[in-house]
């Protein structure tokens, strides 16, 4: 059945409304002479804007109409970069360049057309910028001047990370081709300047020889190149030498995530083999200056994003298990961190349901995630399965208001890194490899049993949700196994050759590398189709589907949504105009949230 909007229960202590306005997130933290800025995502109109830190206070730049999103490569990533004097950014509305100078007036166009752009870089009176026109991608230069724009180097799929060397005689990027992902081969290319002021020929610095993923270049102020390559295993910094990359000292862990959106900074080569970085242990973030010796800066926190350092403080984003996303510096002579922006509890920490580790036994292999138990000290609460997106993608131990909604209720939450997932390395990363619905299937079955068998949970009170990928793993268990009482889908994928017929370039060989050809395997994407298989789903389901989804269409949802009703499943499904692929609308979220809550607790009921 299709519901509206018109009814909502009783209002609770920490309710699904306060969940997701504490949902305040940030992203693209720079410094440059002018101070610090960052962009800041705020659910209640979820609009994107450029703040600046000065005065010892938080001063918004982004002023009404306009909001800071890219949507290149439709994750976007790198939507503002500093000038001189001013800021550039990407507007979300039209996905075009404006400059903004820093003495308040209103932000003026610096590019117009059909294109749009992201991973903003300024050098030398130019913004370096990925350029995207329809399924065409290239890297440009833009005169910041008179907006004239320069093709700098064209002809792969998918370019990241423009990068200028201090002395503007070295232009290093990241491409890669088709059926490649960012996450599974990438090319580093560097071309020299030539009188003229124009760029030779590339030459591929890595990337040829073996299958390495690499990411994050970057230049020390000597003009050498670094950047973060996997061919050891794990995202490691390498800097460059006279026969190609060598490793810098350091721990075997992952010092970057899956690139999915553009622009991002989890290290900074500081010279002399030296480098601030962050890196992941069993799921945990840590930051340290790294080289002979290591000084960390970790602290109380869990995950760190978005690197800067200047001569006194290191900044970043920040989160732990009981404080969410936070703008910090942290002065590099005590190691004292200061919050600047966010980082405040929706609940008193001794309120908070924090993550402890999981590392549990499935099928032939391992799996990773979080339990968070539940806050009412029911000895075997019901339990969520939390399954996340990508699926290549990961969760983190860090305060999430939408985990503390289901821990106030009474109910334990496993959050996944199910085999697949960045984070613990590029083996893991890569066991997705034509078993998408297979194994991440099976380590969302396994945990059950692993809580279950300890005592930690009511193994027959199992629920599992998840969006997007997440709600195709979650079709998938339900179809596949009978472990859960029921599940959430969030514009879950229930149709992956469907899907593949309509998907946007950056993925449209994902899914052959995740199930295979659609084609020379039919046999396999049939056997692991959800809506093929919806009568071996016996629990009830509810769906959320936004109207506007270009990614997974909302035909997908209402065709899942019609078979389960005819083989009299209980079955709700809420569609929402105004919502593309993922909620952005606090409204939006907490009626979804709320609606998700009060599915269980009635299936509950039934069953009792």
Known sequence: MNETHDSSPKAEPFSAAKAVAAGIDFAELQVGQHGLFWNEYRPEDAACRIWHWRDSQAHCLTPAGFSVRSRVYEYGGGAFCLTDDAIVFVNEADQQLYRQSLKGEMPVMLTSGECRYGDLRFAHGQVLAVEEQRDCHRLVAIDLADGARHVLTEGADFYAAPTLSPDAQRLAWVEWNRPEQPWT???????????????????????????ESLQQPRFDERGRLYCLTDRDGYWQPWVESSDGLRPLPGLAADHGPAPWQLGGCTWLPLGQSTYLATWTEEGFGRLALCGDTVEEFTGDYSRFRHLAIDEHFIYGIAASPVSPSAVIAIERRTGQANVLAGGVAPLPVDQISVPQTLRYPSGSGEAHGFFYPAMSGEAKPPLVVFIHGGPTSACYPVLDPRIQYWAQRGFAVADLNYRGSSGYGRAYRQALHLSWGDVDVEDACAVVTHLAERGLIDGDKAFIRGGSAGGYTTLCALAFKQVFRAGASL???????????VTHKFEGDYLDWLIGDPDKDAERYAARTPLLHAGNIRVPMIFFQGELDA??????????????????????AHYYADERHGFRKAGNQAHALEQEWLFYRRVMALAD
């Open 551 to 572: 990614v997974v269409v909302p035909q997908q949802t209402r065709d899942m949504v019609q078979a389960l009703e005819q083989n009299g499943i209980l079955v709700e």
């Open 185 to 211: 081969a990438t090319r580093l290319m560097v071309a020299e300047r030539v009188s003229g002021g124009g760029f030779a020929p590339a030459r591929c610095v890595a990337g040829d020889a073996v299958q």
């Open 491 to 501: 514009y879950g994928v229930s149709d992956p050759v469907a899907l593949g017929r």
